[in-house]
């Protein structure tokens, strides 16, 4: 059977840099305050009007088919995830199609809705498709525009000096070197807590409870049912997303590590086989409270959110292009990708490069 490999990788980030200094002049907060909570220094944005998550993907997507040595034209199944896609609907799996000049193709497109996870979510798909040989060159995409929907004032300092703008991508084909490529992909979800890392409005049509009436602004029973968005929902926080920090953060810790493992026993392997981990970039102070915990060394696990925040599904193909450039990782190396997010979901991949 055949397996999947990354035949190319790339990733793009605007070049508008907003430090933690830039911050301080629109909210309370400090350069102090946001590195001792999330490690995070910098992050990109767009200019308003010039750029979206799907552009995004099509510049970082460009680097990624050239690197495996392919054209667009080559492409015959897409894979998006994201969650701030250009439109509510359709996805951006064909407007990246159509920014990479292939919709004559008509190949697939598939969007995915998994958040932090969404790249590891996307890699188990196109991973099965590969082994089954349905798909030579598929491309897998990360990308994720925060910045226009995030709250800019003291409110909502708790999320939004956490996340930024950028996209990755890589190409994966069929492999049948023996004991190279995706060996295992493990991934898991659990909607008990969903409410704790979201943003539950506004909502599709009906899509409240009737003890959300109060809360979101509406009127009556036909105003309940058929308008999405309320007056008391702009004048609110409503509209923006909200996470419990200390939830998050205590179910990452156990997460991560577990599903690492799971990967590692399901092949045989030790974390001391581990050339590189690179976890979904999500706050510093979880990837070193999970780093410990493994007893991982420092050369072992690969951070870079102190440039670029969280970039939700785009961080891990963003990061692994940045470790490539960096020569950290080698043809036969062992390397581990794990994330954990809304909903909850997380998941890994163990791939021998």
């Known amino acids: 059977m055949n397996r999947t490999k990354i035949a190319g990788v790339g990733k793009y980030v605007p070049d508008w840099t ?3 200094f830039d911050l301080e002049k629109v909210m309370e907060t400090s350069d102090a305050w946001i590195q ?4 995070i220094v ?3 944005y767009i200019r308003p009007g010039e750029e979206t998550s799907s552009v995004m993907g099509a510049k970082a997507s ?3 088919i050239e690197k495996a040595g392919i054209e667009p034209k080559d492409i015959d199944f897409i894979i998006f995830a994201t969650l701030s896609p250009d439109y509510y609907f359709p996805g951006n799996g064909v407007l990246l199609q159509r920014h990479l000049g292939i919709t004559g193709t008509e190949i697939p497109a598939l969007d995915v809705r998994n958040q932090c996870s969404g790249f590891i979510y996307g890699l188990e798909v196109a991973d099965q498709f590969i082994k089954t040989g349905k798909y030579k060159n598929i491309l897998l995409v990360g990308a994720e525009y925060h910045s226009g929907g ?6 909502g300092r708790g999320v939004s000096v956490l996340f930024g703008d950028g ?3 890589v190409v994966l084909q069929p492999t049948t070197e023996e004991g190279k490529g995706v060996l295992t992909t493990h991934i898991h979800s659990d909607g008990t807590s969903a409410e704790l890392l979201a943003n539950t409005s506004p ?11 109060e809360k979101y602004g509406f009127s009556d029973d036909s105003e309940y049912r058929y308008v999405v968005m309320t007056q008391k929902m702009l004048e609110s926080d409503l509209l923006y997303p909200f996470m419990d920090g200390q939830e998050v953060f205590k179910t990452a810790v156990r997460k991560f590590p577990e599903v690492i493992i799971e990967a590692l026993k399901s092949t045989g392997y030790s974390t001391n086989d581990l050339k590189l981990v690179i976890p979904h970039q999500a706050n510093l102070r979880i990837s070193q409270f999970v780093q410990k915990l493994l007893r991982l060394r420092d050369d072992q696990m690969f951070n870079n959110i102190q440039k670029y ?6 961080s891990i193909p963003i990061a692994l292009s940045e470790a490539l450039d960096e020569g950290k990782l080698q043809d036969g190396d062992l390397l581990m990708l794990a994330a954990f997010g809304s909903g909850f979901t997380w998941g890994s991949a163990l791939i021998r490069w």
Do not use: V
């Open 36 to 39: 001792e909570r999330s490690g």
């Open 62 to 64: 460009k680097i990624a």
């Open 150 to 155: 995030l709250d800019f004032t003291t409110r």
């Open 309 to 314: 925040g969280n970039t939700t599904a785009a």
């Open 42 to 44: 910098e992050r990109h």
């Open 167 to 169: 996209a990755g991508a």
């Open 18 to 20: 907003i430090t933690n």
């Open 203 to 213: 909502a599709m049509h009906g899509g409240y409870y009737d003890e959300d009436k």
